[in-house]
């Protein structure tokens, strides 16, 4: 499984990325262990506030594993709590983020 | 009393030191009176307008410290009147609330966020090396930086203009941070804050840098600011941070889900525009494109969802009502919009 957190918003408006494939962590299982352990359904939509970040959440499967393990969340930065806390934070710790142009798709 | 200074430069003073040498202006003004009209070529003091930019405003500034920490207020470490700390995040929070207030006060006679006084909160060293400030619905919060692309953020007054902004739009507009509204809080926090330093400044739109958040980057990175108003997209290039991508025309109009839909992003349409009509009419812009923006803002009858083309189709309308039919007002702000591919339809007679 790939964990894919990335970061937008703030004043600056730039984007990061964090990628970690978990299967190559030495501590694989424990992240599996709290993957499990988010509530995936609940954050509810909370008003944005000027200049916060924007976290979205991805967890990709390779190969054949069962579809209802991957998962794809986005919070605010204030609904960053406990658990999803805690798998940014060991995400952030593991590697170092990507800097990426915001996906382009011009209207007109 | 000898005079050194030439009365042309004391004029100048007098009329441009603006609030950042208040007493520099104000000793000008004081000199300049001893001087007889006449042999100064200018009208005596008493036809002066009455909004001099450096009269002081009574702001009720609250300055707290989260030490590090991401838990909010944080320990109140400056009240209104108290003296300077040391800290520089704190003085320079303090200062720039000041200069904010002062502008929104002096020019728009809006006494601070809410028009009724409410006391300026503000908290600094928010966060362990925090890349941001943000505006949480009651007070500006402000973090450290890494220190590598970014020390900290009340080094800019335009950013501290920015963030206490977005309150004034909450209390107003209350322009909705998503897609297109939002961006429109986002430019009109660029906006404010670009006035903001430009008062404190005495600077006309023609000398200004149009620039927001400069000196927030480390010397290391390759970058002016944050986002430059006049030409969005050339704020910064650098190896690590990549090149500045913010649109200065609807044709480059970015569609994402990212940033509450690219809200700091498309901001540079109407940013470019409004910098355009306000350079075409020189001058102080807070004189002329600040008002009409801030009559915008307060008028009640801006959508809280409204779009590019709803919120331009409102400035001009306002600048008709301010300047009239035809003014160079209205002119230079639909030549502004024209220019980012915004074209208003004829005003009705
Ligand atoms: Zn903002």
Redesign the pocket.
């Known amino acids: 499984m790939d964990v894919i957190v990335s970061r937008s918003g703030g004043?600056a408006g730039l984007r990061l990325t964090w990628h970690v494939r978990v299967d190559d962590q030495p501590d694989s299982d424990d992240w599996y262990v709290l993957i499990e352990q988010i509530p995936w359904s609940e954050p509810p939509p909370l008003p944005p506030e000027?200049?916060r970040f924007v976290y979205r959440i991805r967890c990709e499967l390779q190969d054949s594993a069962p579809a209802s393990r991957a998962h794809d969340a986005t919070l605010a930065e204030r609904q960053l709590t406990g658990p999803w806390r805690k798998l940014v934070d060991l995400v952030q710790d593991r590697t170092e983020p990507e800097r990426a142009a915001p996906t382009r798709r011009p209207t007109r | 009393m000898q005079q050194i200074v030439p009365p042309y430069l004391l004029d100048r003073i007098a009329h441009a030191a603006g609030p950042r040498f208040p007493l520099a202006a104000e000793a000008a003004r004081r000199a300049l009176l001893r001087e007889p009209p006449a042999r100064l070529g200018i009208e005596p003091l008493h036809d002066l307008p009455s909004l001099l930019p450096d009269v002081p405003s009574s702001p009720d500034r609250r300055i707290s410290d989260a030490e590090g920490r991401e838990s909010l207020p944080g320990r109140l470490v400056r009240r209104e009147g108290e003296r300077a700390t040391g800290d520089d995040a704190v003085d320079d929070a303090y200062d720039g609330l000041g200069d904010t207030h002062r502008m929104f006060d002096r020019v728009f006679g809006r006494d601070s966020i809410d028009g009724a006084g409410m006391p300026l909160e503000a908290t600094v060293h928010f966060g362990d090396r925090y890349d941001n400030a943000f505006w949480d619905g009651e007070r500006m919060v402000f973090g450290d930086g890494d220190g590598e692309i970014f020390r900290g953020f009340t080094d800019s007054l335009s950013v501290i203009g920015?963030e206490l902004a977005?309150g004034v739009t909450e209390h107003t507009a209350k322009l909705r941070y998503q897609g297109q509204s939002g961006a429109l809080n986002?430019h009109v926090?660029d906006a404010f804050g670009a006035l903001v330093e430009q008062y404190s400044l005495g600077q006309d739109a023609g000398a200004a840098s149009w620039l927001i958040g400069e000196g927030i980057f480390t010397d290391q990175v390759q970058g002016r600011a944050l986002r430059s108003m006049l030409e969005p997209g050339t704020a910064y290039d650098d190896d690590v941070l990549g090149r500045d991508p913010q649109p200065g025309h609807m044709r480059d109009y970015i569609e994402t889900s990212d940033d509450n839909g690219g809200v700091h992003l498309n901001s540079g349409i109407p940013n470019r525009a409004f910098a355009l009509a306000a350079v075409e009419l020189g001058g102080f812009a807070w004189e002329h494109v600040g008002r009409v923006w801030y009559d915008v803002l307060t008028s009640g009858r801006l959508p809280i969802d409204a779009d590019f083309d709803r919120f331009a189709a409102e400035t001009v309308r306002s600048a008709r009502e301010r300047y009239g039919a035809d003014s160079g007002e209205e002119r230079a702000i639909a030549r502004g919009w024209a220019a980012v591919g915004i074209e208003l339809p004829a005003p009705e007679a």
């Open positions: 004043l000027p200049d | 920015h977005h986002e926090s």
